[in-house]
């Protein structure tokens, strides 16, 4: 086995070894009750991992056949992705109401824009590869750039709120967005390098799932600091929110 095959082997494994890691600390720490769609996605990680990788060690399956495989698993792993940011989004807000409903409202426009966004990169940007293949790295590439999107502007509103950075959903979130941003610039890359950087970047998108992978680990395991909310900041906002439904009031 050459040292390529190797590393591609260690790259691909480990972060699924992790994630069983993480599945068992979440069981045993309780957090399965608050983040049931992240261990959901951590587990589906590992079964997609199991498929994928028998399909590639049965001599009878091609590469058309790995294809459809591979896309059908990547559509429902996004999906489940875009279901953790809303997890996220809920346990990072869930002590405060107000500031729960803020960013709820502002996220939509957030999507709105990233959507546009995504859609225009599609059309302009060419796919390469099979028409399968083109069409799966496109809606990747959009799907990326709107949870890369999303995630900053959560990780953004919690620092202006004052909001801990050592508990749980902010690591998700963090683990998530650094995820994300790598995978939409190597399908960027992949429009502009020849056939022969293809092993490099999947190489550099499997090991910045590793680090994504680490990121979660490394929250999960430390100790949860709980929120802290700005004083000022929050106190002015509610009552600002209480002003302005005194003046709404009929």
């Not at 994630?19 to 049931?36: C, D, E, K, Q």
């Amino acid at each position: 086995m050459d040292w390529h095959r190797l590393l591609f082997y260690c790259l691909w494994i480990s972060p699924r070894a992790l994630l069983a890691v993480i599945a068992v600390v979440m069981y045993r720490r309780g957090l399965h009750r608050h983040f049931p769609v992240f261990l959901v996605y951590a587990l589906y990680q590992i079964v997609e991992f199991v498929v994928l990788f028998t399909l590639i060690k049965i001599p009878s399956v091609t590469g058309q056949q790995y294809a459809y495989a591979y896309a059908a698993t990547l559509v429902l792993s996004i999906a489940l992705r875009f279901g953790v940011i809303e997890e996220v989004i809920e346990n990072q807000f869930r002590d405060h109401q107000f500031l729960k409903a803020l960013p709820r409202r502002q996220l939509r426009w957030i999507k709105i824009a990233l959507a546009l966004a995504a859609i225009a990169l599609a059309v302009y940007i060419p796919a390469t590869g099979n028409r399968l293949m083109g069409g799966l790295y496109m809606a990747a590439r959009g799907a990326s750039l709107i949870q890369c999107g999303v995630v900053l502007f959560l990780i953004g509103f919690s620092q202006f709120f004052g909001l801990s950075r050592r508990n749980y959903a902010f690591g998700i979130a963090m683990g998530l967005g650094l995820f994300s941003a790598a995978d939409f610039a190597t399908f960027a890359l992949r429009t502009l390098l020849a056939d022969s950087w293809t092993s490099f970047l999947n190489d550099l998108t499997a090991g910045s799932y590793l680090i994504c992978v680490l990121v979660w680990l490394g929250y999960l395991l430390a100790p949860e600091r709980k929120p802290v909310f700005a004083t000022v900041s929050a106190k002015d906002l509610e009552d600002w929110n209480s002003e302005l439904q005194q003046l709404l009031r009929p």
